[in-house]
């Protein structure tokens, strides 16, 4: 029954995390504590919260000062000031502001509020996304790999929601020593025919997957061990998930 | 290391599923043949391919009338006319023509070519969505339930395309026994902070962790066994999670 069965393990007891904490020394440390011994394979899923919070991604709410444009937008939809000034100063563009304000980030990202939150931050304060998820899941990783003496991708994820599909999901934001993607191409179907090339964004399942164990317990679990995928080992990023405007089939 | 850990369990030498068959019936014996003993808590996920070919949702191609229209449509974006054909039969709505046909299926869902497909499909056919995929998992699992004892949520899924992010993910089309909800209402951040009611969709994120030995393996694997998952029994339905247009926060 244990062949190529897929484990998301939890990381549990992770410390509460302060800004200029060292999120690889953590990680480590806590998977020593918990007698985990990481085996060549493993990927580590990482919530964007405490990476945000480590690098000093947060705004605080009594040096805030709210524009008139995210005051007004905020009384309009019924919604906090602040979170609103901050998605805005988060946000490349506004897509639309009511019912929920949705915006593009700088990274690309299309979400409610830049991605700008209230959960899992500190008192009085917001916690934005990374300023560059991509370089922090790769600065976990390259720190993670050395350590351990064999290479350990980190995908760092979002809870988003979706159009046209009610829930959130998690999602892979920032990517490292791994493609995000698997192609299907030359793989054989039920009936033994070979697979048109189909690109199957193996991060974001991933990021989902991780969600199932983070999400769901009583206290929160930052990091996840997710173990038995088969990926490509090839550098990749999130940024490659993000479809350019023109390539959008479907908006 | 073992505790509240998540277990994907793909479900090997599947049967070749033919028109008439009973999918609960190859579950059941499947499984039996594997030694592995299901246990309360574990959900069945299937691939809509299997289940489409065992209610005949599939089109014949000698017998598939091509309509002008389709014959248009393919030549413009350079298709298989009959898969557009058999797209435009199972849309409700066609959204865009160019460069990939997208429309709304009569279950309300949006995808390409209205989830219709040659692969997995049996030799000259082309495999369409199931008609009501809830209801066929509501069947798969009340039978799979009935000869088991205790209730066995099933979830039918398809990989699909979305909008802003490259990669298809694999998705819940139909679901049974239980919520494909869970809502994060009075669950605690890493502060201790209750969470405002925030709504995850956990039948999308266990479809997706289901693909990642489903479509990964040599040989197909259609049925994947996912333990450990903390789920709400109360009955529900993918039809659930479409969004209605006036609803749509995002499109």
Redesign the interface.
């Known amino acids: 029954?244990n062949?190529?069965?897929?484990?998301?393990?939890?990381l549990?007891d992770f410390p509460?995390?302060q800004t200029g904490d060292d999120i690889s020394g953590l990680i480590e440390s806590a998977i020593r504590k918990?007698?985990?011994d990481l085996i060549q394979g493993d990927i580590i899923v990482v919530t964007h919260?405490?990476v945000s919070i480590a690098e000093g991604k947060l705004y605080h709410l009594e040096e805030l000062k709210v524009s008139k444009r995210a005051e007004e937008i905020a009384e309009k939809i019924g919604h906090s000031p602040e979170r609103v000034e901050v998605a805005l100063r988060e946000a490349s563009e506004v897509l639309r502001e009511k019912?929920?304000l949705?915006t593009k980030t700088k990274h690309g990202i299309?979400t409610?509020f830049s991605g700008v939150d209230?959960?899992?931050?500190?008192?009085d304060t917001l916690l934005a996304l990374p300023e560059n998820p991509d370089a922090s899941a790769k600065r976990i990783s390259d720190s993670l790999s050395n350590s351990l003496g064999f290479d350990i991708p980190v995908i760092i994820t979002d809870?988003q929601?979706?159009?046209?599909?009610?829930?959130?999901?998690?999602?892979a934001i920032g990517v490292a020593g791994m493609s995000?993607?698997?192609h299907?191409i030359g793989?054989?179907?039920?009936?033994g025919?070979k697979?048109?090339g189909?690109?199957?964004?193996?991060a974001?399942?991933?990021a989902?997957?991780a969600?199932?164990?983070m999400?769901?317990?009583?206290?929160?679990i930052?990091v996840v061990i997710v173990r038995?995928?088969?990926f490509n080992k090839e550098d990749g990023t999130a940024s490659?998930?993000?479809?350019s405007k023109s390539?959008?089939?479907?908006?």
Chains 1, 2 share one sequence.
């Open positions: 029954m062949d190529n069965q897929i484990h998301v393990i939890p549990r509460i995390v918990k007698s985990i919260a405490i019912p929920v949705i299309i409610d209230e959960s899992n931050a500190p008192q809870t929601g979706r159009p046209w599909r009610k829930g959130a999901v998690n999602l995000p993607f698997i299907n793989r054989e179907d039920l009936y025919h697979l048109r189909s690109l199957v964004c193996l974001d399942q991933i989902g997957s969600e199932l164990v999400g769901q317990a009583d206290e929160g930052p038995g995928v088969d490659q998930i993000i479809r390539d959008d089939l479907f908006s």
